[in-house]
């Protein structure tokens, strides 16, 4: 018996702002780690210079704060385009506030726990499941920005990062703050290992172009799904 | 009848020349930040002005505060000032004992209600109506808020009164609360354990010369001394720069005198004016002898151990646990997951992917067909 062969269509997905928001991001992210990382546990570097022969500490704290700056920026920016970019693009993606995404959640989580075959059609966009974790992840983001930049205001009299001064006594001093700010880079980096992972599997398993959709935009459906 | 003696007769009779005198309006002067020309205005004060009538309670703490105050750096200050303020009562310094000392403190409150300065050293405890912490049959939160209500200016002196301190440490057993949670009054926070000599001295000091509060930050504390952090004026501030730190505290590092934050300095997250004004009689701080700083000025210091350790550690789980710890484990669990995930995924999808396989041979052959 043959198999019915499945008739695809290429969908526009993900915009060039969409696109350019993922990668800063990514990129962003993966410095902020790793610098942050260097803050909280300098290595021990072999000491033939003097102080003010070196600067790499600092270094690291720059470039540290640059991408803190992009990161937060860049994320005000997707913000703003899930009011004004394409379906697959708007916040509503993000909350499940509707019965047919929490019936899509039940399903994702049957097929990427439970490991069962894929039986209904799963959004083009973000499936409801992942839509949910990215919106957890925002409010993560935000955190990290707030403690980031409370942390920033004690360095700096600029105006932007004086707006989270009051953090800190919120969060009952600099000590706090730094504390949850070091915790939340782990979230980051598991973060990263369970999403590029997912993004494998879905790949594998729907067969429609997951991974290098946030290269091109472009993802595939099923003519009669269309 | 005789005149009382002015101040400035008084100081001298007590053996302050007028040079040290007018020494000491220039460095306090120079303390609270006015130029020379702000100099005849402190001599003035210290001259002229009225003294005003202090009271100052102690409740739970260790008399480090008192301490480090009579302790002020230039021989007289201390002096001057507690001539300066009649100080009609305080426990650990007064000659008075029992109802007359009682006495003189309720005549203050009478006689200068809405006058009087009230200085505080020491965490008030909340818990079982106070008992903890009693003076003269009375608790101290009976005695605190009966002495703020006709007072002009409140002072929190130390960590105690301003976050409770090492009595406020988990699990706080006596519930040990700093006085600006107990009042409605605005209080002036000088928290550090002890605060620094001069700093309680400029305080003061900022109070007779202009009559009113210095400027507070969002805690209370005078922007004038706690607005900045040890670290941001830390003499080893260079080495943190160039990434030079000490890896033990009998190393090469720590003898060239490299940063002490891998040894858990605490200089970043603490503001105070160690590194500034240093202590006794601006001889060094904790820094400069080779220690990191304990952040002994800032909330929950106690609880955010171990000292000599960047990161305290992760609550539940221990002392030697951080949160580096927690996260290496989830991390590398993740990865185990993933690995297992991706196994499991090929086993158990074989029909799936077998199918996938061979709906595109398919396509194959039809193309050979030629559709
Ligand atoms: C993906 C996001 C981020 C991660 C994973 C991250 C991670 C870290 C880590 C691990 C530390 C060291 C904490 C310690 O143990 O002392 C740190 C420090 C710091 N971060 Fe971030 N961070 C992120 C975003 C931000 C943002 C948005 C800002 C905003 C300005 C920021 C500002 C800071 C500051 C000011 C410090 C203290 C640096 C110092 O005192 O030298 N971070 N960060
Ligand atoms: S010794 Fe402490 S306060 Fe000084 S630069 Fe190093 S970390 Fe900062």
Redesign the pocket.
Known sequence: MAVKNAVYRRVYVWEFPVRLYHWVNAIC?AL??VT??L??KPIAIEYGNEAYQQYWFGTV?FI??VS?FI??FNFLVRIYWGFVGNTYARWQNFIPWKKSQWHEIKEILKVDILQRDVGERISIGHNSLAGLVYFLTFLVFLF??FT??A??SS?SSSFFPQLFSWVVPFMGGDFAV?QW??M??WF?IVFAIIHVYLVFYHDYVEGRGTTSSMVGGWKFEREEDL | MSKTPSFREQIERSGVSRRDFLRFCSYAAALIGLDAAGIPKVVQAFEKKPRPPAIWLHFQECTCCSESFIRSSHPIVADIILNQISLDYTQTLQAPAGEAAEKSKTDTMKNYYGKYVLLVEGAVPMKDDGVYCTIGGRSAIDILKEAAEGAALIIAWGSCASNGCIQAANPNPTKATPVHEILDKPVINVPGCPPIADVMSAVITHFLVFGRLPELDGQGRPKEFYSRRVHDTCYRRPYYDAGLFVESFDDEKARKGYCLYKMGCRG?VTYNACAVTKWNAGTSYPIQSGHGCLGCSENNFWDNGPFYR??ASFPGFGIETTADTIGTVVGVGALAGVAAHAITTNIRKRKLINKHIEESANNEKNKGEGE
């Open positions: 992210v902020l780690i942050g990382y803050i909280g704290r540290h704060f803190a990161f937060f990290q920005a980031g930049f942390l920033y360095m730094r700010h070091h939340f880079m980051f | 970043p960047h990161l």
